[in-house]
């Protein structure tokens, strides 16, 4: 069973280091994503690995294949856990990424390599709309999932209301990496597609994110244990 994956959305590395601190060295999977690293870059990596913690980057990459692999070399080399593309950049730009992260990588450790479908705050309405697909959106995300497989790539980043449908169509051991995690008593914010810890183990997510329910609860670490728990049951 993977740790629920703790979303750092701070915007300082001072912030970030100060929230680690209350976990009492426990060891954590976090995600650093675009606000935190590109106010702090790499060294805040440094500094998280260095507390023993796993991390995902989330950074989305998407560009022409070329430049894409030479990012992904880059990202392999700071030794994060877990890195992310956009699949809407397509099978050739996907296989490069895998191919820059091989590159890069040291002997021992290369990131798993994982692609966003549809963002888990686009409802079926906006992606119709913004994107001209006319198609569900569940078929979006499967389509896009699909592609990611045949890439060769390690997962993909969906809702968890898609989860169960992307195991179907792919393989037991793809991940699905799920936001929009949300314990019940918690709003929804500026999330759509969103589901309990336990509703996305029941439907088939294989990690789960989980950002503000823990970083802005009066204490972050009881919140944790408490989604932990509801998500190994």
């Given at each position: 069973m993977s740790k629920p994956i703790i979303a750092l959305d701070?915007?300082?590395r001072q912030d970030t280091l100060a929230f680690l601190e209350q976990f009492n060295?426990?060891?954590?999977?976090?995600?650093?994503?675009?606000?935190?690293?590109?106010?702090?870059?790499?060294?805040?990596?440094?500094?998280?690995?260095?507390?023993?913690?796993?991390?995902?980057l989330d950074l989305k990459c998407h560009d022409i294949p070329n430049t894409v692999q030479?990012?992904?070399?880059?990202?392999?080399?700071?030794?994060?856990?877990?890195?992310?593309?956009?699949?809407?950049?397509?099978?050739?730009?996907m296989a490069a990424a895998k191919e820059g992260l091989i590159q890069g990588s040291a002997a021992g450790h290369q990131p798993q390599l994982i692609a966003v479908t549809q963002l888990t705050s686009t409802s079926e309405a906006e992606m119709q709309r913004d994107q001209l697909l006319r198609v569900p959106l569940l078929e979006s995300v499967v389509h896009y999932a699909s592609s990611t497989f045949a890439a060769g790539l390690d997962g993909v980043v969906c809702s968890a209301h898609e989860a169960r449908a992307i195991g179907e169509a792919t393989k037991s051991n793809f991940l699905r990496v799920t936001p929009g995690i949300r314990p019940a008593h918690f709003a929804a914010g500026d999330q759509r597609r969103i589901m309990t810890p336990q509703q996305a183990r029941a439907n088939g997510s294989t990690h789960i994110?989980?950002?503000?329910?823990?970083?802005?609860?009066?204490?972050?670490?009881?919140?944790?244990?408490?989604?932990?728990?509801?998500?190994?049951?």
């Open positions: 701070f915007s300082s060295q426990e060891k954590l999977f976090v995600k650093v994503g675009m606000e935190l690293f590109y106010a702090e870059g790499a060294g805040l990596i440094e500094a998280i690995k260095a507390q023993g913690h796993d991390v995902f030479r990012a992904m070399a880059n990202l392999a080399r700071s030794g994060v856990d877990m890195v992310n593309v956009h699949a809407a950049g397509g099978q050739r730009m994110v989980v950002g503000r329910p823990i970083t802005t609860a009066p204490d972050p670490l009881s919140a944790y244990h408490q989604i932990l728990t509801e998500w190994s049951v």
